[in-house]
């Protein structure tokens, strides 16, 4: 059994999905994530971003390690009582994008980066409903993920909308206008 398939078991329930309902989830599959899988997606994110810029790359990476993988952590002691229900239409659209993008991934990957990618997408975006890279992720052009009164901002989410990888359809973020 997949995480995919506990998704598709949550969104038969006709009233809606549940925060309470995805969290449980969520927490299920962050505890078959050890230090040792945090530690090998590291190593391959280290070694993808060896020929990015090294003042971008160490921001980045700073970003990505602190904010991104470690998440794994907040989700598994999350004990909070998450009220409302998640839109289903979203929430299946989102699991498609996220299934399709997992397929790719789990070609180039050899850990569980697909799996997390999957869990934090989630989590940052229905959960906790907040962009998917925190605030203060930097992007190329000296840009970054912002927070102007209680809404997100990002510099690069129009321009990879279409982009088969890309999160930012999930994401709640709007674009940043310069």
Same mark, same amino acid.
């Given at each position: 059994?997949s995480i995919?398939?506990?998704f598709d078991? @949550?969104?038969?329930?006709e009233?809606g =999905?549940?925060?309470v309902g995805?969290?449980s989830? !969520?927490?299920?599959y962050?505890?078959t994530?050890s230090?040792?899988? !945090?530690?090998q997606?590291?190593?391959?994110m280290?070694?993808d971003g060896q020929?990015?810029?090294?003042g /971008? +790359?160490e921001?980045?990476?700073?970003v990505?390690? +602190?904010h991104f993988l470690?998440r794994?952590n907040d989700i598994?002691s999350?004990?909070?009582e /998450?009220?409302? @229900?998640i839109?289903k239409?979203?929430?299946?659209? $989102?699991i498609?994008?996220?299934?399709?993008?997992?397929?790719?991934?789990? #070609?180039?990957?050899?850990?569980k980066?697909p799996? &997390? /990618?999957?869990?934090i997408? !989630?989590?940052?975006?229905y =959960?906790?409903e907040e962009? &998917?890279?925190?605030?203060?992720?930097p992007f190329?052009?000296s840009?970054?993920v912002?927070e102007?009164d209680g @809404?997100?901002?990002?510099?690069?989410?129009?321009?990879? !909308?279409? $982009?088969p990888?890309?999160?930012? #359809? =999930?994401?709640?973020a709007k674009?940043?206008e310069?």
């Open positions: 059994m995919y398939d506990d078991d @949550i969104t038969i329930e009233n =999905i549940s925060k995805l969290l989830i !969520l927490k299920n962050s505890e994530i230090v040792f899988d !945090l530690m997606i590291t190593g391959e280290m070694k020929y990015i810029q090294k /971008y +790359r921001k980045s990476h700073e990505y390690v +602190r470690m794994i598994k999350d004990d909070n /998450y009220g409302g @229900i839109d239409e979203d929430f299946i659209e $989102s498609a994008r996220l299934k399709s993008y997992n397929l790719e991934e789990s #070609k180039t990957f050899k850990s980066f799996l &997390i /990618y999957t869990i997408s !989630l989590y940052t975006t =959960i906790l962009p &998917i890279h925190p605030v203060g992720t190329p052009g840009l970054y912002e102007k @809404i997100y901002y990002c510099p690069v989410k129009d321009a990879n !909308l279409e $982009s990888n890309a999160v930012c #359809k =999930i994401c709640i674009q940043l310069f």
